[in-house]
């Protein structure tokens, strides 16, 4: 009989189940609360994949479709595990961790970053992660500072 005719799973199928491990950082795991909860959430949602998928007739159709929430399962079981909560800063004498600090460029143009965990950073959003070069030119400066990070010129103009 042609191999045409057999139910093989093709090597096609068997790279799109196995799915590389997501990376997880060397730096502790500092959350917010707001971070907290958004990895909760993404790993509620990964589990409710999980079990769509499990439901899946088809085993090569469920090993693809159950690929990528196993994945995120296991990276985001392990980032709540290491998850330490930091609380907000009491003060704005400083830039710390959870900071919002506005900041105005060498060119005049003017931005706000919230420093947050890893996970929970996006620039274009405006929060950038604790361990970026930005948030680490920052921290423990105070407004009217001078911040240069690479080439660039900052002022700090305000902390909340």
């Given at each position: 009989m042609s191999v045409a005719f057999t139910k093989e799973e093709s090597s096609e199928t068997a790279s799109e189940t196995q799915l590389p491990h997501r990376p997880v950082s060397q730096h502790p795991n500092l959350v917010t609360a707001e971070g907290r909860a958004a990895l909760e959430a993404e790993h509620a949602a990964a589990k409710a994949a999980l079990d769509a998928a499990s439901a899946i007739e088809d085993v090569n159709e469920r090993r693809r479709q159950s690929a990528t929430p196993m994945r995120d399962l296991t990276y985001l079981a392990e980032r709540l595990r290491?998850?330490?909560?930091?609380?907000?800063?009491?003060?704005?004498?400083?830039?710390?961790?959870?900071?919002?600090?506005?900041?105005?460029?060498?060119?005049?143009?003017?931005?706000?970053?919230?420093?947050?965990?890893?996970?929970?950073?996006?620039?274009?959003?405006?929060?950038?992660s604790y361990v970026s070069p930005m948030a680490r030119a920052l921290f423990g400066r105070a407004v009217g500072d001078d911040v240069t990070v690479g080439d660039h010129d900052f002022e700090i103009t305000e902390i909340a």
């Open positions: 290491t998850a330490e909560l930091v609380s907000p800063p009491k003060t704005t004498d400083a830039v710390a961790f959870g900071s919002t600090v506005a900041i105005t460029r060498d060119d005049g143009r003017t931005q706000r970053y919230r420093i947050v965990g890893e996970d929970e950073a996006d620039p274009r959003a405006g929060t950038i």
